[in-house]
């Protein structure tokens, strides 16, 4: 039963496990008279493989949805001045393999681990996006002005391969 409409049954999907962020990246679709698309990804030029059409619209927002792997807001401005506004999920991945023997690092204290070198600077990665690298093993990550503004450092580690990429190209 609903909290709100008692005759109507109580639903979850399996999409209830979608983590949705407390603020979701915008895409924004400016479609002219032609049908050409003309597509933002927050406030950035979103480039894509040519010139998109109207037909390509659905495509691009899956793979953008994908490629963050979290929801997007989208909006559509056509050419007439009406606007559409939606929510673009992405599909969900195929469970990740379980990692071989990860261990617990958190304790009632903070966080700890061991294997550093003594004296040796140790920095906190947060993870705030996650992406899927491309066929060549590369990624490119587009993270909202305002974050990297306050945390200009950005880490990016592989989760099978291991490889680690700091901001500013050193590795």
């Known amino acids: 039963m609903s909290m709100l409409n008692p005759a109507a049954p109580y639903r979850r999907d399996d999409r209830s496990t979608l983590r949705v962020p407390v603020v979701m990246p915008l895409v924004e679709v400016f479609v002219d008279a032609d049908g050409l698309l ?15 059409r109207r037909e390509d619209l659905r495509r691009t927002l899956v793979d953008i949805a994908s490629d963050l792997a979290t929801p997007i807001r989208v909006e559509v401005r056509e050419a007439d001045d009406s606007t559409f ?11 990740e393999p379980a990692p071989a023997a990860r261990r617990v690092l958190a304790s009632p204290f903070g966080i700890s681990g061991d294997g550093f070198t003594a004296g040796e600077e ?3 990665c947060v993870v705030v996006a996650r992406q899927v690298a491309a066929e060549d093993g590369s990624t490119q990550l587009r993270l909202p002005p305002a974050l990297l503004a306050c945390h200009p450092d950005v880490v990016l580690v592989g989760r099978t ?9 050193a590795a």
């Open 38 to 52: 003309t597509v933002t990804l927050d406030r950035e030029p979103y480039s894509a493989d040519g010139a998109l």
């Open 85 to 95: 506004t939606d929510i673009i999920t992405p599909k969900q991945r195929d469970a």
């Open 122 to 124: 140790v920095e906190v």
């Open 161 to 169: 391969s291991g490889a680690v990429a700091l901001s500013g190209g």
